[in-house]
């Protein structure tokens, strides 16, 4: 039935397309407006009236009768004008005309009476009320007037002057029943004009909001736009300062390199011992250069700190282990300053806590060396770690030094300030409670500080615990490297700085049975390596002609070089390039500058010597 049904629907669909655009082409009309509406009221209504008007005239002439003349004229002037409502868009014109044409006609065909009296319900084909599409006022006229016509024709056949088609009685009730019909078409045009009068309202609100939405996403995409710039102007900066930061890392480090190498070399050679007043000399550039090497790094840290270059990487971890470790590492400054260290943290207390353990050790490393670095002689450093709630975990470290005044603790977290400090023998930058400050604030935890003049002073850390039944996180053990029995070796170090080669030249001159390669590029370092097979490589990043990325790449390629370790001797610090040549594979990672004894330990691992070889003061080694 389905299929039946389509031919029906296509020939009705097809119709009705044909009659609209009958109706309604030429007229540029808003296909929802009233005024198209009258305009298709128009053309229903005259070609009706024609219609009729035809019907009518030819069935008169058919029975002889005049009338049908008349009516035939009419049906031609109503296609002339129905022709004429197609060419133009004065709609107002056309209204007037249909109106001029139409009521005549009713008027001719209710006293004539049409086909055997019929006329008078063609009245009823289209309701003379739909004028009111025109407007109450016209609806009205409209209705006044045809209802006029129907009282004169009851008047004129009651009083017997007019014998009419119709009686009185049939008069009266299609007069009565037009009046119903024009009231009903009325209220209804009114209750419709009100609901386009809505419609219209909420449509012009839905407009109205429709533009405010559009300006807004167009404001929205412009600031937007505008973020994406910034963000894009700030990655940019942020990456300038990174690498700025490595830049004067390595430039920084690299001078340092040869002043603090050499330095050493002069004090630990005991084939040439330097007199009391060298050594004297010696030590205090050492000291100095250290100073500086400590200074360069906290300013180089705090930098990145504040340039958003530093990432922390917090873990689930005890503090048990981490405070003994950091006390084991200040033990000998302690020692030497004749300060005891007690450890008071709380017995079968849960003190794991989420933090960086690096970053966590750094900060309570530099609280415990001001805490013996600023004590009296045999003083007491205590430090306490107990949970603070079930939320968090305190770790203090307290000193009996002499204290600080509520003025200098207002500027205690300001960098460099050493609060008078700088006047006294205490080496110090003023920058390390600076950055312990801002590194505690990036953990999620905080630290205060306490202090009574001529008493001591306590510094407290705050940090975020870990849930009941976490895992505590554990460390790390170190690679195992299996020993080579004592012996020599071969070491090929690629470096461009010839003080730099000459220095590492001078240490392993206290290894006569290691043979050393030297390379200036990276290229030239390659060809060594290939050829050569050395038993461990030292690198340096920042190389002439390739980077030390790409000359560890090639090495890790090669079949012949594949297996040979690894240790980067860099003057860049950056904890990041750190991490990520240390995933690249590199066997150890080196700053400068260098620290002898430990290059010398670095070595005699990777060599396969023993701890005693290593550990020989006439060779060099670790006093």
Same mark, same amino acid.
């Given at each position: 039935?389905?299929?039946?049904?389509?031919?029906?629907?296509?020939?009705?669909?097809?119709?009705?397309?044909?009659?609209?655009?009958?109706?309604?082409?030429?007229?540029?009309?808003?296909?929802?407006?009233?005024?198209?509406?009258?305009?298709?009221f128009?053309?229903?209504?005259?070609?009706?009236?024609?219609?009729?008007?035809?019907?009518?005239?030819?069935?008169?002439?058919?029975?002889?009768?005049?009338?049908?003349?008349?009516?035939?004229?009419?049906?031609?002037?109503g296609?002339?004008?129905?022709?004429?409502?197609?060419?133009?868009?004065?709609?107002?014109?056309?209204?007037?005309?249909?109106?001029?044409?139409?009521?005549?006609?009713?008027?001719?065909?209710?006293?004539?009476?049409g086909?055997?009296?019929?006329?008078?319900y063609?009245?009823?084909?289209?309701?003379?009320?739909?004028?009111?599409?025109?407007?109450?006022?016209?609806?009205?006229w409209?209705?006044?007037?045809?209802?006029?016509?129907?009282?004169?024709?009851?008047?004129?056949?009651?009083?017997?002057?007019?014998?009419?088609?119709?009686?009185?009685?049939?008069?009266?009730?299609?007069?009565?029943?037009?009046?119903?019909?024009?009231?009903?078409?009325?209220?209804?045009?009114?209750?419709?004009?009100?609901?386009?009068?809505?419609?219209?309202?909420?449509?012009?609100?839905?407009?109205?909001?429709?533009?405010?939405?559009?300006?807004?996403?167009?404001?929205?995409?412009?600031?937007?736009?505008?973020?994406?710039?910034?963000?894009?102007?700030?990655?940019?900066?942020?990456?300038?300062?990174?690498?700025?930061?490595s830049?004067?890392?390595?430039?920084?480090?690299?001078?340092?390199?040869?002043?603090?190498?050499?330095?050493?070399?002069?004090?630990?050679?005991?084939?040439?011992?330097?007199?009391?007043?060298?050594?004297?000399?010696?030590?205090?550039?050492?000291?100095?250069g250290?100073?500086?090497?400590?200074?360069?790094?906290?300013?180089?840290?705090?930098?990145?700190?504040?340039?958003?270059?530093?990432?922390?990487?917090?873990?689930?971890?005890?503090?048990k282990?981490?405070?003994?470790?950091?006390?084991?590492?200040v033990?000998?400054?302690?020692?030497?300053?004749?300060?005891?260290?007690?450890?008071?943290?709380?017995?079968?207390?849960?003190?794991?806590?989420?933090?960086?353990?690096?970053?966590?050790?750094?900060?309570?490393?530099?609280?415990?060396?001001?805490?013996?670095?600023?004590?009296?002689?045999?003083?007491?450093?205590?430090?306490?770690?107990?949970?603070?709630?079930?939320?968090?975990?305190?770790?203090?470290?307290?000193d009996?030094?002499? @204290? +600080?005044?509520?003025?200098? /603790? =207002?500027?205690?977290? !300001? #960098?460099?300030?050493? %609060?008078?400090?700088? &006047?006294?023998?205490?080496?110090g930058?003023?920058?390390?409670?600076?950055?312990?400050?801002?590194?505690?604030?990036?953990?999620?935890?905080?630290?205060?500080?306490?202090?009574?003049?001529?008493?001591?002073?306590?510094?407290?850390?705050?940090?975020?615990?870990?849930?009941?039944?976490?895992?505590?996180?554990?460390?790390?053990?170190?690679?195992?490297?299996?020993?080579?029995?004592?012996?020599?070796?071969?070491?090929?170090y690629?470096?461009?700085d010839?003080?730099?080669?000459?220095?590492?030249?001078?240490?392993?001159?206290?290894?006569?049975?290691?043979?050393?390669?030297?390379?200036?590029? @990276? +290229?030239?370092?390659?060809? /060594? =390596?290939?050829?050569? !097979? #050395?038993?461990?490589? %030292?690198?340096d990043? &920042?190389?002439?002609?390739?980077?030390?990325?790409?000359?560890?790449?090639?090495?890790?390629?090669?079949?012949g070089?594949?297996?040979?370790?690894?240790?980067?001797?860099?003057?860049?610090?950056?904890?990041?390039?750190?991490?990520?040549?240390?995933?690249?594979?590199?066997?150890?990672?080196?700053?400068?500058?260098?620290?002898?004894?430990?290059?010398?330990?670095?070595?005699?691992?990777?060599?396969?010597?023993?701890?005693?070889?290593s550990?020989?003061?006439?060779?060099?080694?670790?006093?």
């Amino acid at each position: 039935m389905a299929d039946g049904e389509r031919p029906d629907r296509g020939a009705r669909g097809f119709v009705l397309r044909a009659w609209n655009s009958f109706t309604t082409s030429g007229l540029e009309l808003d296909p929802t407006s009233p005024l198209l509406r009258r305009v298709m009221f128009l053309n229903y209504y005259l070609l009706t009236t024609v219609f009729a008007c035809l019907v009518f005239g030819a069935f008169n002439l058919a029975k002889g009768r005049m009338s049908g003349v008349v009516e035939l004229a009419v049906g031609f002037i109503g296609v002339l004008m129905i022709l004429l409502i197609r060419k133009t868009i004065a709609v107002n014109v056309a209204q007037v005309m249909t109106l001029l044409y139409a009521l005549p006609l009713m008027v001719f065909l209710l006293f004539d009476g049409g086909i055997e009296g019929t006329g008078l319900y063609w009245w009823f084909c289209i309701p003379p009320g739909a004028f009111f599409l025109m407007g109450g006022r016209v609806g009205w006229w409209w209705t006044g007037a045809t209802v006029a016509i129907f009282l004169a024709d009851m008047g004129l056949n009651a009083a017997g002057i007019l014998s009419g088609p119709y009686s009185v009685v049939q008069l009266r009730q299609f007069t009565a029943s037009y009046l119903a019909l024009c009231l009903i078409m009325y209220f209804y045009e009114m209750v419709r004009k009100d609901h386009e009068e809505i419609i219209e309202s909420r449509t012009a609100e839905l407009q109205a909001a429709n533009e405010n939405l559009k300006r807004e996403v167009a404001a929205r995409l412009l600031a937007q736009g505008a973020l994406e710039s910034a963000k894009g102007e700030a990655d940019q900066a942020n990456a300038a300062k990174s690498e700025f930061l490595s830049r004067m890392s390595h430039e920084l480090r690299t001078p340092m390199n040869s002043i603090l190498g050499f330095s050493q070399l002069l004090q630990m050679d005991p084939r040439e011992p330097l007199t009391m007043s060298q050594k004297e000399s010696v030590e205090h550039i050492i000291s100095s250069g250290h100073h500086l090497l400590s200074l360069i790094n906290e300013v180089l840290d705090l930098s990145r700190i504040e340039a958003g270059c530093i990432s922390l990487n917090p873990q689930k971890m005890d503090l048990k282990p981490l405070v003994s470790e950091c006390l084991g590492l200040v033990k000998p400054l302690a020692q030497e300053r004749k300060v005891t260290l007690r450890d008071d943290t709380a017995e079968g207390a849960d003190l794991r806590v989420t933090a960086d353990p690096r970053r966590l050790k750094q900060v309570l490393l530099n609280l415990l060396s001001n805490a013996i670095k600023y004590n009296r002689a045999e003083g007491l450093v205590r430090v306490q770690a107990s949970a603070d709630g079930p939320t968090a975990v305190r770790l203090s470290v307290t000193d009996s030094g002499m @204290g +600080m005044p509520e003025d200098q /603790l =207002a500027h205690l977290f !300001e #960098p460099f300030q050493r %609060l008078a400090a700088e &006047h006294t023998s205490i080496e110090g930058t003023g920058i390390g409670l600076t950055i312990s400050k801002k590194i505690m604030e990036m953990m999620g935890g905080s630290i205060t500080v306490k202090s009574t003049p001529g008493l001591g002073s306590c510094f407290t850390l705050q940090l975020p615990c870990v849930g009941d039944g976490a895992p505590a996180g554990t460390q790390t053990a170190p690679a195992h490297v299996e020993e080579k029995a004592d012996g020599g070796g071969t070491v090929l170090y690629i470096e461009d700085d010839p003080a730099n080669l000459t220095l590492v030249r001078h240490i392993l001159s206290r290894r006569p049975e290691v043979k050393l390669l030297l390379a200036s590029t @990276g +290229m030239e370092g390659l060809a /060594l =390596a290939r050829a050569r !097979e #050395p038993d461990l490589i %030292l690198l340096d990043i &920042h190389l002439p002609d390739l980077d030390g990325r790409e000359v560890l790449k090639y090495i890790r390629a090669g079949p012949g070089t594949r297996g040979i370790p690894v240790v980067i001797v860099s003057a860049s610090a950056m904890p990041r390039e750190v991490e990520k040549l240390q995933e690249d594979g590199v066997e150890g990672y080196l700053t400068k500058p260098l620290d002898i004894p430990r290059f010398l330990e670095t070595i005699d691992e990777h060599l396969g010597r023993t701890h005693g070889a290593s550990a020989d003061p006439a060779k060099g080694g670790r006093p």
